[in-house]
């Protein structure tokens, strides 16, 4: 088998849930964003890891991905859409029980039009200017929607892993503005916002990234681990080059192992050069361009070269990859391919 194995930690999933549950006061609802397919790692997995821990409200980008969570989950707990209600959702927003966050007066009509009764959130732009009413529309709906009972009024922060910004303060500022004094449950944290502490905590809090093992939750524990298999070794003599480009050059004799994985599986061309893969906790680093479903990787150093290399796992983290690849955790966990091998650990599986 070449495929590479991703190990994923149910367990720590949900103990970074309650870690995150803990950081907020009794009387907060602490809820869990699955999108993207549960950040790469399996939405229904997760989800009902989660459910099983205790989280009752879940968070999905996009109608579509509520189908997964909901067969996972059964009827009862509830499934937010960050995208709202788009033309031809009605359907799948009614027959799957999703709760629509609507973020435009758009939305508003077309959800009151196909779903009057139906169950609906509302997004409020503070300031990110990406999804929500701002407020001179909120205004103008403000009372219409008090009497419909919205089941949450949330909005997002721009800058939440950043606690000295000051656009944290001005959002905060301009949520309150927009939403005390209004009968329904608030929401503004996602994993940075539960950090930057209570007055940002409110009534529902939703965090994501923080669940899975990543920054800016620091104390997370690490969720992935991802080997790959050694496919072949060779020797190489001084002046002799690898891979595509023929970029690294072997300085005196080498040795290469050849490993089965490549951009196709989310390890991304921006690592050659610059990530390293590990050999029972010995750092070994890549040579060579990262190419499709190959990577090539300097083990001269190493006595013995194992069968598989780990890239992700407890001498490296997602974090520390994606510094290497010059991006974010969230984006290398959910580059990450549908080739491997994936095993889940713990309860809720
Ligand atoms: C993705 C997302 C979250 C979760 O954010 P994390 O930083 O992963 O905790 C919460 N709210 C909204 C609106 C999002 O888009």
């Known amino acids: 088998m070449a495929t590479g194995t991703l190990t994923i930690d149910l367990s720590a999933i949900a103990d970074n849930w309650r870690s995150l549950n803990a950081a907020s006061g009794g009387a907060v609802e602490t809820a869990a964003v699955v999108k993207a397919d549960g950040y790469g790692l399996g939405a229904g997995r997760v989800a009902r890891t989660l459910a099983q821990a205790g989280a009752r409200r879940f968070f999905v980008a996009v109608a579509e991905e509520g189908a997964a969570v909901r067969e996972a989950l059964g009827p009862g707990p509830e499934i937010c859409v960050f995208s709202g209600h788009m033309a031809g959702d009605t359907d799948m927003i009614a027959d799957l029980d999703l709760t629509p966050m609507l973020n435009s007066v758009d939305q ?111 104390e997370a524990k690490p969720v992935a681990t991802l080997a790959l298999p050694v496919i072949q070794l060779r020797d190489l003599e001084a002046g002799e080059t690898v891979g595509y480009g023929a970029t690294w050059q072997a300085d005196e004799p080498a040795k290469i192992a050849t490993v089965s994985a490549g951009y196709a599986d989310g390890l991304i061309r921006t690592m050659s050069g610059r990530a390293m893969l590990y050999a029972n906790g010995v750092a070994c680093p890549l040579a060579g361009r990262v190419s499709m479903d190959l990577l090539t990787v300097d083990v001269t150093h190493l006595t013995q070269v194992p069968r598989e290399l780990e890239i992700l796992g407890p001498d490296q983290s997602v974090d520390q990859l994606a510094d290497a690849a010059g991006t974010i955790g969230y984006e290398i966990l959910t580059s990450l391919g549908a080739r491997y091998q994936r095993r889940y650990l713990g309860a809720g599986g």
């Open 108 to 218: 508003l009509t077309r959800h009151m039009e196909a779903l009057p009764g139906h169950s609906f959130g509302i997004q409020l732009d503070t300031g990110m200017n990406r999804l929500g009413l701002e407020p001179a529309e909120w205004a103008a709906v403000r009372d219409l929607i008090a009497a419909q009972s919205p089941r949450l009024i949330m909005s997002h922060l721009a800058n939440a892993d950043e606690p000295g910004h000051a656009q944290n303060a001005a959002q905060l500022a301009c949520f309150r503005e927009m939403t005390d004094g209004f009968d329904a449950p608030r929401s503004l944290a996602a994993t940075g916002g539960i950090l930057l502490g209570p007055e940002y905590h409110f009534d529902v809090t939703r965090p994501g990234i923080g669940l899975y093992g990543g920054l800016p939750f620091d």
